[in-house]
């Protein structure tokens, strides 16, 4: 016998809610119905999925191993409702977006005039942060979406890929790379630099790197986390790393040099809480912002 999709709904309500009549109010049906579709669930995988220590309901470990699978089930449940709804969930909903200031221009204009083109009445709310404050936010419930670069500080959420993106330097125009188009990694040894502290994602993914092939930098002077803010100090400090999209032609006497066979790369992601699927509106513009990213990379 299959499992159905009542099964799936009763799980999830239960783990959200944290007890079968907490579930059993949110999905407008009784308690011993909850418990009948979660039996029938346990008996089809042949473990129990909640553990029932008194008022508490915790996962078992078979509950926990199938839970990704039903959060992506109950996802995609929510957006065929929000087609069959012709977008009225997101009508009138309000959707919060933290991106992080070296967002590829190209990827966030095409979901902004993709989200209002579908949904105009919706109000969409960009806060423009670092990544650890996106996190942050997203943790807190202030923010429905993140998109930052992502390494071990967002563990606690859940991750969906938009694109790689190859790191390199910017020098100023007097500098002596400034000359150079590329440039071995190991050219790097003893560079004085501009680095955002380390808290950010891309210093973390440059001391990692540069630790693993053993070069050690120069003097390193903490700037901002966002490429464009430590560009500015480019033409006092000398150089600093940002992504190759950035346009380095919007600051005068500055260059941009790749660094051959480089791992200096940084991953961007859109970035959920862990333990809730996106609302209606949210999940739109995740859906938009995964579109807009699969169409730049074509």
Not at 25 to 53: C, D, K, N, W, Y
Not at 70 to 98: H, M, S, Y
Not at 218 to 224: A, D, L, R, S
Not at 263 to 270: D, K, N, V, W
Request: hydrophobic residues 45%.
């Amino acid at each position: 016998m299959a499992i159905d999709l009542q099964q799936v709904r009763c799980f999830f309500a239960v783990y959200e809610a944290g007890g079968f009549t907490a579930a059993a109010e949110a999905l407008g049906i009784t308690q011993p119905a909850v418990s009948h579709h979660i039996r029938r669930l346990e008996l089809q995988l042949g473990a129990p999925v909640f553990e029932r220590t008194g008022k508490r309901v915790l996962l078992t470990p078979v509950g926990r191993r199938i839970l990704e699978d039903v959060r992506q089930i109950i996802a995609g449940l929510q957006r065929l409702d929000l087609r069959a709804a012709g977008g009225r969930e997101v009508v009138q909903a309000r959707v919060a977006c933290g991106v992080f200031p070296s967002l590829r221009s190209e990827l966030l204009t095409g979901a902004l005039r993709a989200f209002q083109s579908q949904y105009a009445e919706a109000e969409l709310v960009l806060e423009e942060q670092g990544e650890p404050e996106i996190v942050q936010g997203v943790r807190l419930g202030r923010l429905d979406l993140g998109v930052f670069p992502a390494v071990g500080a967002a563990a606690s959420l859940h991750l969906a890929r938009l694109y790689d993106e190859e790191l390199c330097l910017l020098v100023a125009g007097g500098h002596a790379l400034a000359g150079r188009g590329e440039i071995d990694i190991a050219e790097l040894e003893g560079l004085d630099i501009v680095l955002p502290a380390r808290r950010y994602a891309l210093r973390q993914v440059v001391d990692g790197v540069l630790r693993a092939v053993g070069i050690e930098l120069g003097t390193i002077v903490e700037g901002g986390g966002g490429d464009a803010g430590r560009a500015r100090l480019v033409p006092v400090l000398g150089a600093t790393v940002v992504g190759t999209t950035y346009r380095a032609d919007a600051q005068e006497s500055a260059a941009l040099v790749r660094l051959a066979g480089s791992p200096l790369t940084r991953s961007i992601y859109a970035g959920w809480r862990d333990d809730r699927v996106p609302s209606p509106a949210a999940g739109a513009l995740l859906e938009i912002l995964l579109r807009e990213a699969e169409r730049l990379a074509a």
